[in-house]
């Protein structure tokens, strides 16, 4: 399985990392890790088999409270 993290940039607001998270497990990704950095960002450490990274960096983007992804290194 190959691991990633993604820095996802959220509005601070409720349920906004809730949504995001079970956004990523219900595309088959396995959270991993998830660390908040204040109020509004969370890295998330993720692992996938066959699976788009890029594609969940898309639709984490259409959520509305999620104001930005960056994906980081892999592993």
């Given at each position: 399985?190959s691991?990633?993290?993604?820095?996802?940039?959220?509005?601070?607001?409720?349920?906004?990392?809730?949504?995001?998270?079970?956004?990523?497990?219900?595309?088959?990704?396995?959270?991993?890790?998830?660390?908040t950095?204040?109020?509004?960002?969370?890295?998330?450490?993720?692992?996938?088999?066959?699976?788009?990274?890029?594609?969940?960096?898309?639709?984490?983007?259409?959520?509305?409270?999620?104001?930005?992804?960056?994906?980081?290194?892999?592993?």
């Open positions: 399985m691991r990633y993290t993604l820095i996802v940039q959220l509005v601070d607001a409720p349920g906004a990392l809730v949504r995001a998270l079970s956004l990523v497990e219900r595309r088959g990704f396995r959270v991993v890790d998830a660390r950095e204040g109020a509004s960002s969370v890295t998330v450490e993720v692992e996938a088999a066959g699976r788009s990274l890029l594609n969940l960096k898309r639709q984490l983007e259409n959520l509305w409270d999620v104001e930005g992804v960056a994906i980081g290194g892999s592993g």
